[in-house]
């Protein structure tokens, strides 16, 4: 009678669980940002809506992590600095320009004018050392 009574106890724990976490229960009971499934995770939505919303100038420096999703919210009225596809870009590029210009404000005017960019678009907790020069010296 024990185990019995304690395995269906332990089957409706697990049954319960599972449910909050499927239903998204969980997830809105303690107001964490995450939904359970697949789809379309609209990280920088309300900073894409707003660069729309208030017709910022097209050419746009971002971070980064954001980038994949700027290009896919953003596409084809404003033209991105980089996304988060490493591969597509020569290392001496991300190094030489994107990191670069993080770190050195002479050479991010220079190409900031070069490329007539007015609309940056970074994440406030990139942790990178040369994103956190970058946020220190905007």
Request: proline share 5%; with cysteine.
């Amino acid at each position: 009678k024990y185990r019995i009574g304690l395995s269906l106890m332990l089957v409706c724990v697990i049954t319960i669980t599972s449910f909050s976490f499927i239903s998204n229960w969980y997830w809105q009971t303690f107001d964490y940002p995450k939904e359970f499934g697949y789809g379309l995770e609209e990280y920088g939505k309300g900073a894409t809506d707003f660069i729309k919303k208030n017709k910022l100038p097209k050419n746009v420096f971002n971070g980064f992590d954001i980038g994949g999703y700027a290009a896919y919210a953003l596409y084809p009225q404003y033209r991105l600095f980089i996304d988060n596809r490493p591969e597509s870009y020569p290392s001496s590029f991300v190094t030489n320009t994107y990191i670069a210009l993080q770190q050195n404000p002479k050479l991010r005017n220079s190409i900031f004018n070069r490329y007539h960019i007015h609309t940056v678009l970074f994440n406030h907790t990139d942790s990178t050392p040369w994103g956190e020069q970058f946020l220190k010296d905007c």
